[in-house]
């Protein structure tokens, strides 16, 4: 990784830290929330799931749509990169900067589940796919604002990647071997894990290799 | 010895829906001041995007410092300094942070510089972005230019914002640039006064075409408005470099490109004034003569 790289990434880091620390905060909140009783539990397992969402979206739009929209584009662009450089530096960057608050609150979310005894070992896998299915979900935001300039198109992006995620908490968790498992004593890794998670990985490397082949290689920067 | 031009443009073409910059040809020598003039829509911007990089020419060739553009931008960008007036920096991050930002990734960055330049620009290194005024920030986009000695700065409409003393200070600072004779400037501006004052070369464009391009000097030393008065009727002789004729009773105002003594002598005693033309003027003249010329 160059110098340019790491300087560029590490100014992702500078103006998002703001919104990086309030995410993990309001995240691990609702975790602390979640830990006692069954309506705390959704309250703040909401709480939890909002906070990891909403940080994606408002990262990928003011990383990048935002970027654009308010003519800060050029000035990162009259620095010595090519386009190439901008795409891949765009995607390093704000994807680690997702995945700070995201691996926390994974983590969170995993030690919960293991170290709360009213909470079953078997909702484990069905954690662990919804925490991949948020990342693959930023993944696809991110794909989408860094190949398109439209708001309209940028909005519909978001709410469909939003609505994806109540799609997916009620088809994956009634897919009858993930949901005979949910309150199981012991976690179980069956076929149907693999699969789904298999599944968010190929989604997860096909939008974060599109914009190489797509938005890095267009004519026209601006 | 050649010397590498730091701007060559070669039958440059690029297409957009509405507008079309066709068949652009220009260079700009190290050590020269370009003032590059047209109206709005005329096509500055799109031309000073295909140097920069940020557009690919649909046809010709562009090179900027002797780097192929787009390809080698990343390479040429080191040695240009870009500045827009419609270029933002990052509204939640300080004048200062920018600076530490900009010095870092460019060797040349020169701390004392910036510093003398963040004094005469009048600038807190302290405030954010956002609440710079629109004059200020200007400011600070080409101080962080200016800072890091670019061989070439590229500025497009860099004072349309800025106030009469805002413009001053910015002007006089470019001026300096220009001490090392290795340095150039591409300037846009439809302001032709600023262009005027610290050009030494100018670039007409219209409507994505190049009108003319010539040294200031030479400009202003071809162009005149010659006054006759010759009795009511009289058909004068075809003359050749006539840019415009305009009859008002016995009174002609002529215009035009190849001033000579020579016109005065043949035009006789019917000259009652022969008025040097300010760049405004030459400009004006000149785009409507090409239009005329091009039946637009």
Not at chain 2, 22 to 27: G, Y
Not at chain 2, 84 to 95: K, Q, W, Y
Not at chain 2, 238 to 260: C, E, I, K, M
Request: proline letters at 4%; one cysteine or more.
């Amino acid at each position: 990784m160059n110098m340019l790289t790491r300087k560029l990434i590490a100014k992702e880091f500078y103006l998002h830290r703001w919104l990086i620390v309030g995410s993990t905060a309001a995240g691990l909140a609702g975790l602390a929330i979640a830990a006692e009783g069954a309506m705390r539990f959704n309250i703040g397992m909401l709480t939890w799931l909002t906070a990891i969402i909403a940080f994606g979206v408002m990262l990928a739009m003011l990383g990048i749509a935002n970027e654009r929209k308010e003519r800060a584009l050029q000035f990162v662009l009259s620095l010595p990169l090519s386009p190439g450089d901008y795409v891949r530096i765009k995607l390093i960057g704000l994807l680690l900067c997702y995945l700070v608050p995201w691996a926390i609150l994974s983590a969170g979310a995993v030690v919960l589940l293991l170290v709360r005894p009213n909470l079953p070992d078997g909702l484990l896998p069905f954690a662990l796919l919804l925490c991949g299915f948020m990342l693959a979900n930023f993944s696809v935001v991110l794909c989408g604002a860094l190949h398109t300039a439209s708001e309209g198109v940028m909005t519909i992006v978001i709410i469909v990647t939003n609505m994806n995620v109540t799609l997916f908490i009620f088809l994956v968790g009634a897919v009858p071997s993930l949901n005979d498992h949910l309150h199981a004593a012991a976690p179980v890794w069956n076929d149907a894990f693999w699969i789904v998670l298999a599944a968010e990985a190929a989604t997860l490397s096909i939008a974060l290799s599109l914009p190489y082949f797509v938005a890095a290689r267009r004519r026209d920067s601006i | 010895m050649t010397t590498t031009k730091h701007i060559e443009m070669r039958n440059v073409r690029k297409a957009f829906r509405f507008f079309t910059l066709e068949d652009l040809s220009l260079d700009l020598e190290p050590g020269q001041i370009m003032g590059f003039v047209g109206p709005n829509g005329a096509g500055k911007s799109t031309s000073i995007r295909l140097m920069t990089g940020l557009l690919t020419p649909d046809a010709g060739e562009v090179r900027v410092l002797g780097h192929a553009m787009p390809d080698a931008q990343a390479i040429a960008k080191r040695d240009i300094g870009f500045v827009s007036d419609d270029m933002r920096l990052f509204g939640h991050a300080s004048v200062g942070w920018h600076m530490r930002f900009v010095a870092s990734l460019y060797p040349g960055w020169d701390p004392q510089y910036a510093k003398a330049l963040v004094k005469r620009f009048n600038l807190r290194i302290e405030q954010n972005v956002s609440g710079l005024s629109s004059g200020e920030h200007v400011k600070t986009v080409l101080m962080l230019a200016l800072a890091r000695r670019p061989r070439l700065l590229i500025l497009d409409e860099p004072t349309s914002g800025l106030d009469p003393v805002a413009r001053h200070e910015v002007l006089t600072e470019l001026m300096d640039v220009l001490r090392d004779e290795d340095r150039s400037i591409l300037f846009s501006s439809h302001n032709t006064v600023d262009v005027e004052r610290i050009s030494d070369r100018i670039t007409f464009i219209d409507r994505g075409r190049l009108v003319d391009s010539n040294d200031k000097e030479d400009f202003l030393e071809r162009w005149r408005r010659i006054q006759l008065q010759v009795p009511a009727g009289t058909t004068l002789p075809d003359l050749p470099h006539l840019v415009s004729r305009v009859a008002d009773g016995q009174f002609v105002t002529l215009t035009t490109n190849r001033f000579s003594k020579d016109l005065v002598a043949f035009l006789g005693s019917s000259v009652r004034e022969v008025h040097r033309m300010s760049l405004e003027e030459i400009f004006v003249a000149n785009v409507m003569h090409h239009r005329e010329a091009r039946g637009e």
